[in-house]
């Protein structure tokens, strides 16, 4: 399966943005998919995952701001993100595998393009 993700933009603190992962090439439904970000300088970081049931996942800093969802009809898997903080800052990246719901990037057999999202004061 190849995915994209897009959505990225420029945005002020505190303001909302939804990212997209576009999923082809296979059936989406056959994957959890995982969203996971890498800021300058730093390693990649676990955002959150979705189960092939629907159900999700999310680090300890998005709790409550961040939610996934997903769309196996339109191969489909979407991050809200809101109350957008500087720390948030970095490039998006959706993932899927196989396997179970997993926040190590390792466990995650495709990967699509990143999408920058940038946070602004």
């Known amino acids: 399966v190849q995915l994209q993700a897009s959505g990225g933009g420029l945005v002020q603190a505190g303001g909302s943005l939804s990212l997209s992962c576009a999923a082809s090439?296979?059936?989406?439904?056959?994957?959890?998919v995982g969203w996971f970000r890498q800021a300058p300088g730093k390693e990649r970081e676990f955002v959150a995952t979705?189960?092939?049931?629907?159900?999700?996942y999310r680090y300890g800093s998005v709790k409550g701001r961040f939610a996934v969802s997903r769309d196996n009809v339109k191969k489909m898997v979407y991050l809200q993100m809101n109350s957008l903080s500087l720390e948030d800052t970095a490039v998006y990246y959706c993932?899927?595998?196989?396997?179970?719901?997993?926040?190590?990037?390792?466990?995650?057999?495709?990967w699509g393009q990143g999408t920058q999202v940038t946070v602004s004061s």
């Open positions: 979705i189960s092939r049931s629907g159900n999700s």
């Open positions: 993932t899927a595998t196989y396997g179970g719901s997993s926040g190590l990037a390792n466990d995650y057999e495709h």
């Open positions: 090439g296979g059936f989406l439904s056959d994957y959890t």
